[in-house]
């Protein structure tokens, strides 16, 4: 018997009023699901700072959700950085998403500030150390574009259990037996915390095809057939929902018991994706001041 998965959603802070909208059009479709967890990113260079901490608030005192703050290491100290994840405290924020994080924009590769966190290792380290929070990092299915070599991602991921991490969430993917590889080869690494699979519906498959390319996620050469075919007909919507509703069902054929959606805070294919699944929730669980 196929039990029912635990399910979390990554949310963007909003940087206007119409993306405001949409972020609580999404949390009010997605939080009756009643998600483990819900993340909020942290944009690049910490460019999204603030209104992170305003979002996380609002999710907490009127949703009553369980929220995960991303936090990095870009562009901040030491001492900077665990002053947000104070601040994330304080406002009742008891997990953090510890990630290095991206390049700010306009420079190719990550930089450590001077007297900052050099790694996601250290950083997770650090937060572990202040026994405040449940912290999850990142894992990758398919190889880091900064990876050395095929062990080095396995390596490093169980560098950041050893430091404290909780819980990992991939990288979103669309070959399903590429998870499964990496589940198997990281148990193998003796690492033993929950790795959770990072799903992303497809809004919109050439902004998917270009975003990949940079992350070096592995998009199956069959899929841009598929979707040039579905936008003549006017169904790339639910060829979207098939092929996550697809990953989805076979991953929980294979024992996986959560799954992380990647909304990009456009709730309406994750929540038809999570209905295929037999993810019905409760309605009374949405609490709106």
């Known amino acids: 018997m196929t039990i029912t998965p635990n399910v979390s959603f990554e949310f963007f802070p909003p940087q206007s009023l119409e993306a405001s909208f949409r972020l609580w ?75 290095r994080g991206d390049a700010p924009k306009g420079e190719s590769r990550f930089r450590p500030h001077p007297d900052g966190f050099a790694s996601s290792i250290e950083l997770v380290e650090a937060l572990a150390a202040t026994g405040l929070f449940h912290i999850r990092v990142g894992a990758y299915p398919d190889r880091h574009p900064e990876a050395r070599d095929e062990n080095s991602d396995i390596e490093i991921l169980k560098a950041k259990f050893d430091a404290g991490a909780d819980s990992a969430i991939t990288q979103y993917f669309f070959d399903t037996e590429a998870f499964l590889r990496f589940r198997d080869r990281a148990a193998a690494a003796g690492i033993t915390g929950t790795i959770i699979p990072g799903i992303l519906p497809i809004e919109d498959w050439q902004g998917v095809k270009k975003f990949s390319k940079r992350c070096n996620a592995t998009l199956p050469a069959w899929m841009d057939d598929a979707f040039a075919k579905a936008k003549r007909d006017g169904v790339e919507d639910l060829l979207s929902i098939s092929i996550a509703t697809e990953i989805c069902s076979d991953l929980m054929d294979e024992g996986v018991t959560d799954l992380h959606f990647y909304t990009l805070n456009r709730p309406h294919l994750t929540r038809q994706i999570c209905t295929a699944l037999g993810i019905q929730g409760d309605q009374s669980l949405l609490k709106v001041a």
Do not use: W
């Open 25 to 99: 059009e999404s949390v009010q479709m997605l939080a009756p699901l009643d998600p483990s967890f819900v993340s909020v990113t942290y944009g690049a260079g910490g460019s999204t700072r603030e209104l992170t901490h305003e979002a996380l608030k609002t999710l907490i005192r009127h949703y009553g959700l369980n929220v995960a703050g991303h936090l990095t290491c870009v562009n901040a100290t030491r001492e900077e950085t665990l002053a947000i994840a104070k601040g994330y405290a304080d406002a009742g924020v008891r997990e953090i998403v510890a990630l």
